[in-house]
């Protein structure tokens, strides 16, 4: 989420912001107790491309994965948005985001 959010703020947009497209890895670490990270690459950067509209651009991009990670619960989804929007996972801002994504899949099912 990180990564993507920094793309975005970067004024880019992947394009086919696909799982298959983000390659995450967990490098070992010094101590039992400490918390671990990932590290976190995206790939296929070639039709990467300057936004036009932020917001409608960044949605689209997120809207992509969604599609892709049928797995994902709500719960995941509003701590993935959480991290990319830098917010609380219960404020509003999560949740209007996580509210235009559903309304996007609701439009595109009928």
Not at 26 to 34: A, G, L
Not at 75 to 86: K, N, S
Request: proline share 4%; net charge positive; charged share 35%.
């Amino acid at each position: 989420a990180r990564l993507v959010r920094e793309i975005h703020q970067a004024g880019l947009m992947h394009g086919c912001l696909f799982p298959k497209h983000l390659f995450l890895s967990r490098p070992p670490s010094e101590s039992p107790d400490s918390t671990w990270q990932m590290d976190a690459v995206i790939i296929d950067l070639e039709k990467t491309r300057r936004f036009v509209l932020r917001r409608h651009e960044c949605l689209r991009d997120l809207y992509v994965l969604w599609r892709r990670l049928k797995g994902w619960q709500h719960d995941e989804w509003r701590q993935f948005l959480a991290v990319y929007r830098d917010a609380d996972a219960q404020s509003a801002e999560v949740s209007q985001w996580l509210k235009e994504l559903e309304a996007r899949a609701a439009r595109k099912r009928r």
